[in-house]
């Protein structure tokens, strides 16, 4: 709800100041000391009732100030949700302290007097020059605050009823320093006979000092009331009661409820409650009073010189429009004429919109408060579809993202609201037992008129209401992103206002000095697409020019780039043949031209780099700084096939030319080279400057017509065909952890001897992307119309998924072997592909089952470790469940290291330890064994031990 101004959003209550008691910075430091981790609350303050009224006599004179203020302020009313259905009366009370000062009122200027030259509205009217409302706004958030929390309708006062034994007494007690032996002396030196006088005098300078606060807040229409503390030596004396009554009258607090005495032994809770409710309606007074002086400006609106005769009353249908019909109908002219003056997205749009929204959401808080969820969605419902009609009109509906974000931020809101009612115990109700009363919400005649309910009057949880809020959050996404989009096409088409937007640009830039934005607007200002003169085109350049030389540029790097700006030049790239081969030379062409009217002066570059995507083909063009009396030509060609390559800094192994790099309007210049490919694949030239004005023209090589556009080639090795057969000799399927054998029989039908070299590629489902490979594994030399035998062995482990093998041989006569490694040329391969699918050999179930257990205690550990032993019994069912008959040499259990030092595993028998050096065993499909194992645990400290123990893996040696 931080969205909205929160005087806007909270729940409203009389204000009440309280003096006397400290302020609300001292309660908040003395419940932090007494009570760090519980803050105050109602249900605290109430299980303390009968300590307090037992303790109150030793109270000093802070304890009972921060008591009562504690009580006072426990209820304290400050939130959004809490005090809808409080019955008893409640105010929000504020501590401030004797000092405290009012806002200045307004001057009042009486009819009959000539008015000051001094501005008389209030410093929030519209009517105020300084006002943030001035001229034309509603209500600012600052009015609410005033009366929230500056303005009280009730001020009560606490003071203390002056004691001879309390004048020193008190003092040093508040500040916690008088000693016991001291405290009993300066009470027994007062003399005889001097008290009563004394007691006047404070009386009086008392009473005064009261009346004089009263008239203050009198003159502000606030009710104010005084409580006069009494300590325990007040009741011993009977002047005391003519003490408070002198008091009452020299105060000249005489009226109801504005005279209380607290007695030290009263119950202080009971006190603070019975006070507010003695008060209450002296707050309500106070708020209604306000209601009927802004009522009277309000009626300042009619026409001040007539006064209006209401009509005799007609029972008749034409019956003469009322008092509050006229009002009506001069308010919603008001409101309309208002709205004819109001632009949208203007400031005063925003705040009315807001207040609006508040309203909105106050009105369902109270339909929430009297248990009416569907009027609280009937009032909602009806402020979306208003405000829908509204925004719609103005320009700002469904088609905008400023729409969507304000209906996102209401779900939201209502949502937190909802939110916050349902912690403070509010039960949101279940649609099937409101069937009839959302039915009923809609008078009707029709029989079905109870038989449904109305979805939109159905109060959700409050998560419906926040993923409304992100669905329509998600569309306002979708609609700024479709705006910003339109507002990027100014640049296509729209030159005038491109240009005029660049040299704002250009000159705010310059004079924030932002230098990356100076080249960019220099060098799209520069497109000839701009209807400029030639004189401006030359300053422009000449201004670009020099700032280039500047050496804050010069020091610098700055990238540039030019597909998201209007160029001045060019650029497009052609391949020779779309196709070529691996080892064979292949031409390429870059071809840069420029329109006839820029640059009106010959750009020179220092530069030029082709960025392939293998870096082994970059080219670095370096200008050769020589005048070149061909620079202004139409077009030029320039050879690039005769590159060196060398080394340049920052760049590596490039190749390098010398060439002219000059650009002149109106020209073409067309740098040719060409590469050799060393692997099939694509290549492809990176450039980064494009126009739109080039996307649809066909790309032509410069010495031959060709109709494809062919920005990027790609590269095919001619492979001959192989005359190597191969057969694949294995049994399926394969086990799982045993090397399974593959057998492959090579055939050379070729008419030379071979050399082989075998690779083979293991692959998972596709799903595991799982992959194991085997590269260039030398198979020898197969003699012409020879065979060859080789064996592979696969294992696969864990997963009994299907592999794929993938596995191949490259071949190459040995009359002319390649130097290097295939895949390479002159290399000749052969592919095949089998499908494996694995299995598991064994099924194991494993039981375990406990012995027995005991304690040792040693010495050493007697004080606070135990040792603890326990014995398991480990069986393990193993079961052949593969089709063949399996050899099975040895079962062992292996240990884990215990990597927990608190325990310790050991075996104690194994059914194999006597038997396993001739467990020679053949196992039929089926076959059932039987591996039984005696552990024993020892547990060091079982109260470090949390977890399970992992004992670890049984090993079975066996084939096929």
Not at 49 to 58: D, L, R
Not at 267 to 283: P, T
Not at 594 to 610: C, E, G, K, N, Y
Not at 660 to 680: A, H, M, Q, W, Y
Request: hydrophobic content about 35%; some cysteine.
């Amino acid at each position: 709800m931080d969205s909205y101004p929160q005087e806007f959003i909270y729940h409203h209550v009389p204000l009440m100041f309280v003096m006397g008691l400290g302020t609300m910075k001292d309660l908040t430091e003395q419940v932090t000391i007494t009570s760090p981790t519980s803050p105050v609350s109602p249900k605290s303050v109430h299980s303390r009732q009968s300590s307090f009224s037992s303790t109150t006599s030793v109270l000093t004179k802070h304890q009972l100030s921060k008591t009562l203020l504690s009580l006072l302020t426990a209820k304290s009313q400050n939130g959004i949700w809490e005090s809808g259905k409080i019955a008893n009366p409640i105010f929000h009370v504020m501590a401030v302290d004797k000092s405290y000062q009012f806002p200045p009122r307004k001057p009042m200027v009486r009819p009959q007097q000539i008015p000051p030259i001094s501005n008389p509205h209030s410093s929030l009217s519209p009517l105020n020059p300084n006002s943030p409302v001035y001229p034309d706004g509603l209500i600012p958030p600052a009015w609410v605050h005033k009366h929230r929390e500056i303005l009280p309708s009730v001020f009560v006062g606490f003071y203390d009823l002056w004691h001879k034994s309390l004048d020193i007494k008190l003092d040093v007690e508040s500040d916690n320093l008088l000693n016991e032996k001291d405290d009993s002396s300066s009470i027994l030196q007062e003399p005889l006979g001097t008290s009563e006088p004394i007691e006047k005098e404070k009386d009086l300078n008392l009473g005064l000092e009261i009346n004089e606060k009263r008239k203050s807040l009198y003159e502000r229409g606030i009710k104010f009331a005084v409580v006069i503390l009494l300590r325990s030596q007040h009741l011993d004396e009977q002047i005391t009661d003519d003490r408070l009554s002198y008091i009452r009258k020299a105060s000249g607090l005489e009226g109801k409820s504005c005279f209380f005495a607290l007695s030290p032994h009263a119950d202080l809770s009971d006190f603070a409650s019975n006070l507010q409710k003695a008060l209450y309606e002296h707050g309500l007074n106070y708020y209604r009073e306000h209601g009927k002086r802004v009522r009277r400006k309000r009626s300042r609106f009619n026409n001040p010189g007539v006064n209006y005769i209401r009509p005799p009353i007609d029972h008749s249908d034409n019956a003469p429009l009322g008092v509050q019909g006229w009002l009506a109908r001069y308010d919603y002219k008001l409101a309309t004429f208002a709205e004819f003056r109001l632009q949208t997205r203007s400031k005063r749009w925003i705040e009315a919109r807001i207040l609006a929204d508040c309203i909105n959401l106050k009105i369902c808080k109270m339909n929430l408060y009297i248990d009416s969820p569907s009027a609280a969605m009937m009032q909602l419902n009806k402020h979306f579809n208003t405000f829908n009609k509204l925004c719609n009109t103005v320009g700002i509906g469904e088609s905008t993202f400023e729409y969507w974000a304000w209906l996102s931020r209401q779900y939201r809101v209502f949502g937190e609201m909802l939110e916050i009612a349902t912690r403070s115990g509010y039960n949101i109700p279940d649609p099937l037992t409101i069937t009839h009363s959302t039915s009923s919400d809609y008078r009707s005649s029709s029989s079905f008129a109870n038989t449904g309910v109305n979805p939109s009057l159905v109060l959700q949880h409050p998560g419906f209401y926040y993923h409304l809020a992100a669905k329509y959050n998600s569309i306002r996404g979708d609609k700024f992103l479709e705006m910003e989009k339109t507002l990027k096409n100014y640049d296509k088409n729209w030159h005038t206002i491109l240009e005029s937007i660049l040299r704002w640009s250009l000159k705010c830039a310059k004079e924030s000095s932002i230098h990356k934005n100076i080249m960019d607007y220099y060098i799209e200002l520069l497109c000839d697409q701009f209807q400029m003169s030639e004189e401006m085109r030359v300053n422009l350049q000449n201004e670009f020019i020099n700032m280039m030389n500047n050496n804050e540029i010069t020091n610098s790097l700055h990238v540039v780039d030019m597909n998201d700006i209007n160029s001045f030049l060019n650029c497009y790239v052609h391949y020779k043949e779309p196709e070529t081969f691996v080892g064979t030379s292949t031409d390429f062409q870059v071809t840069f031209s420029s329109p006839p009217t820029t640059p009106p002066i010959p750009l020179r570059f220092s530069f030029l780099r082709f960025s392939f995507n293998d870096e082994y083909f970059n080219h670095y063009l370096i200008d050769n700084e020589q005048e070149i009396l061909s620079a202004y030509d139409k077009l030029q060609l320039i050879d690039c096939k005769d590159c060196q390559r060398e080394e340049r800094e920052g760049e590596g192994y490039v190749w390098v030319k010398n060439v002219d790099l000059t650009i002149s309007k109106n020209s073409t210049k067309v740098f040719e080279g060409s590469v050799i490919p060393r692997e099939s694949g694509e290549l492809q030239l990176r450039f980064d400057v494009n126009s739109h004005r080039e996307e649809n023209l066909k790309r032509k090589w410069l010495t031959l017509t060709n109709n494809k556009e062919q920005d990027q080639q790609g590269i095919n090795q001619k492979v001959p065909h192989a005359k190597l057969d191969i057969k694949v000799k294995y049994q399926a399927p394969a086990l799982l952890d045993e090397y399974f054998p593959i057998e492959l029989t090579m055939v050379n039908l070729e008419s030379d001897d071979i050399k082989a070299l075998f690779h083979a590629e293991i692959v998972l489902d596709p799903s595991h992307n799982g992959t194991n490979h085997l590269k260039n594994i030398d198979f020898g030399i197969i003699p012409t119309n020879g065979s060859l035998v080789k064996t592979i062995f696969v294992i696969g482990k864990k997963s009994t998924n299907i592999r794929d093998l993938n596995f191949g041989i490259y071949y190459a006569f040995v009359s002319s072997l390649p130097q290097s490694l295939p895949p390479s040329q002159g290399w000749i391969e052969k592919r095949m592909e089998i499908r494996l699918s694995f299995i598991t050999p064994f099924s194991i179930n494993f039981n375990i089952s406990p012995q027995g257990e005991r304690f040792v205690q040693t010495k050493k550990l007697q004080k606070s470790h135990h040792r603890k032993i326990e014995k398991y019994l480990l069986k393990a069912r193993i079961s052949n469940t593969c089709p063949w008959d399996i050899n099975v040499s040895a079962i062992d259990l292996v240990l884990f290291d215990q990597a927990n030092a608190q325990t310790k595993m050991d075996i104690i028998a194994s059914s194999t330890e006597t038997i396993n050096e001739s467990l020679e065993q053949v196992w039929k499909p089926g076959h059932i064994y039987n591996f039984i194992c005696l552990l024993k645990l020892v547990i060091i400290d079982d109260k470090l031990l949390d977890q399970n123990i992992d004992i670890g893996l049984l090993d079975i040696q066996w084939k096929r």
